[in-house]
Antibody
Framework: QVQLQESGPGLVKPSETLSLTCTVS??????????WGWIRQPPGGGLEWIASVYYTGSTYYNPPLKSRVAISVDTSKNQFSLRLSSVTAADTAIYFC????????????WGLGTLVTVSS | EIVMTQSPATLSVSPGERATLSCRASQSVGSSLAWYQQKPGQAPRLVIY???TRATDIPARFSGSGSGTEFTLTISSLQSEDFAVYYC??????????FGGGTKVEIK
């Protein structure tokens, strides 16, 4: 059974960079057809896709966030990561990592999510 | 960008009754449409993919239909554990992957 676990600071100051890591267990992050993604949800709000990465390093970003986001994969650690720069209060959200079965598949496994608050 | 619109925003249903949720895409997504269920404090859970295929361990009372731009999630006889927020998502044309705004199914 694949499991995903987000980790990172729960509090980030405005204008700084948010950094999160997703650790995958129960399966390899490399090989096969899986895409690995980050999705966020502001308090009381809906879901917003942020970015996805393939194990080869190919990356895909949501255009409104593209200038501030970087997603990467570390196959040796079975992890993938998210960096979001120049954060504001609008970036306060629960951040989920998730797996898609392929490039044209839904997210079938999700982490529990981690709340990141942007505040001074 | 493909915009996903869900209706209604809130659906009040009595246990045992049928619930019908709608999702519309701003352009055709073929059958590349998923439905997720999210309960408070939990991650979304995949319910339906490819518009009409139930995900693993999803009970048969959940069914999906539609193609192109109009989709429906039906819960035939609501159980207490089905009260939640449901989101649709298209994965036909990306980036970006896009979600609908959600429908909250609440107890009437």
């Amino acid at each position: 059974q694949v499991q995903l676990q987000e980790s990172g600071p729960g509090l980030v100051k405005p204008s700084e960079t948010l950094s999160l890591t997703c650790t995958v267990s129960g399966g390899s992050i490399s090989g096969s057809t899986y895409y690995w993604g980050w999705i966020r949800q502001p308090p009381g709000g809906g879901l917003e896709w942020i970015a996805s990465v393939y194990y080869t390093g190919s990356t895909y970003y949501n255009p409104p966030l593209k200038s501030r986001v970087a997603i990467s994969v570390d196959t040796s650690k079975n992890q993938f990561s998210l960096r979001l720069s120049s954060v504001t209060a609008a970036d306060t959200a629960i951040y989920f990592c998730a797996r898609a079965g392929g490039g044209y598949d839904p997210f079938d496994y999700w982490g529990l999510g981690t709340l990141v608050t942007v505040s001074s | 960008e493909i915009v996903m619109t869900q209706s209604p925003a809130t659906l009040s249903v009595s246990p045992g009754e049928r619930a019908t949720l709608s999702c519309r895409a701003s352009q055709s997504v073929g059958s590349s449409l998923a439905w997720y269920q999210q309960k408070p404090g939990q991650a979304p859970r995949l319910v339906i993919y490819a518009a009409s295929t139930r995900a693993t361990d999803i009970p048969a009372r959940f069914s999906g239909s539609g193609s192109g731009t109009e989709f429906t999630l039906t819960i035939s006889s609501l159980q207490s554990e089905d009260f939640a927020v449901y989101y649709c998502q298209q994965y036909n044309s990306w980036p970006p992957l896009t979600f609908g705004g959600g429908t909250k199914v609440e107890i009437k």
